[in-house]
């Protein structure tokens, strides 16, 4: 479906058919670094010329497309029933499907206690006629046994079984705990813990995990600084991320304290545009073609280890010293093989507001880095 070499970045779009110019908006995408893009939210036959209009000029820019259309959702299922979901879902393949923008259609967000089985049959259904993409939450604190219907331990029994149980390929959620204005640390915390334990399952289903990264302030999260959006692509890739999505690109209209979206709710662009599109860009052009196909082998937290990583100690990486951190600050070192077979380090500033800089040797050959807030490195041997 894809180049072995595709690293998808998209993000989340909730704008109903027909709102924006097509070709416009796929430029703009395109120009915000974006190579994966979910679609205008489809719900009538009325709009399927816009969609397959929207498809071919994301076809123009080299973008793929996670279509939305309310025929594939799981709420479809659970109002129609299977006979005629299915029916649904193979009109839905045949309108847009096979085109060679698709990518998956989206089965839907967030699955709690009360759609989770709606979602499992639906999720399968789709992935025997289709490519299917669900997105989860996240592990948290406040009420989630309440939401959910188990506790930590259960979600992780859960998401495992759902992968295997219906053929999806990747394994999604959303966490954006990292942007807390109040308790930052603690959200800091959870953001990791988010990240390994969303590996560890996709790693024992054998499919990659993908996450959903912070584009837009709101509630009790901080509109993202250009180091904060460095810092969430470049820790996400350190914990194994093989796909990012950005929450969200336009801010359509005024909702509770949402704000500083790429587009602001008059489509018009914020500085938050010219940030994310400057950081997908720098991982796209320096990095995302060698980590696409890179395997993770260990991570460590040096300085301080957060959400349950394993703290670094001289000697824990093969032929790796770390002699000094001229700050203090906490660092990540991750151990990645590449398709070529040869190992590397990829290091991370894992401050999101100070700079950095580390020197040390791996296999013999010395380093000297500096790092901007979030910013990462690869240290070959």
Known sequence: MTDKNFFPIG??????????????????????????????????????????KSLDAAHENGIKVIVCDCRTNWKNYAAKGEKEFRRDVEQAKNDFGTHPAFYAFHVGDEPDKNSWKDMLAATKIVA???????????????????????????????????????????????????????GREEGVDN?????????????????????????????????????????????????????????????????????????????????????????????????APRMAEAELLDTFHAGRAYGGSRLYYDGCIK????????????????RFVGK???????????SQNDVERIKGSYRGKRFDNWFAPGQSVIIDG
Request: charged residues 20%; proline residues 4%; negative net charge.
């Open 11 to 52: 993000f989340w779009n909730y704008v109903p058919c027909g709102k924006i110019d097509e070709k416009q908006a796929a430029s703009d995408w395109a120009e915000l670094g974006m190579n994966l893009a979910m679609s205008f939210d489809y719900f009538s036959p009325a709009d399927k010329d816009y969609m397959l």
């Open 128 to 182: 025997g006629i289709s490519n299917p993409f669900v997105n989860h939450f996240p592990y948290f604190d406040e009420d989630f046994v309440e939401r959910v219907g188990v506790n930590h331990a259960g979600f992780t029994e859960l998401l495992r079984g759902a992968v295997n149980a219906t053929g999806i390929k990747v394994l999604c959620y959303d966490c954006y705990t990292q942007c807390f204005i109040h």
């Open 191 to 287: 953001y990791f813990k988010n990240l390994n334990n969303f590996y560890s399952v996709a790693k024992s289903c054998g499919v990659p995990m993908w996450t959903t990264l912070l584009s837009v302030g709101h509630w009790s999260f901080a509109v993202p600084t250009e180091d904060e959006l460095r810092w969430q692509i470049s820790t996400a890739v350190a914990h194994g991320a093989k796909g990012l999505l950005w929450f969200y690109v336009y801010g359509r209209f005024l909702e509770s304290s949402y704000r500083q979206s790429p587009f602001d709710q008059y489509y018009r662009r914020t500085a938050t545009f010219e940030s994310l599109a400057r950081q997908n860009k720098l991982f796209t052009d320096y990095f």
């Open 319 to 334: 032929d790796f010293k770390l002699s000094s951190r001229q700050y203090g600050n906490p660092l990540i070192l991750s």
């Open 340 to 350: 070529d077979g040869k190992e590397f380090i990829f290091a991370v500033n894992n």
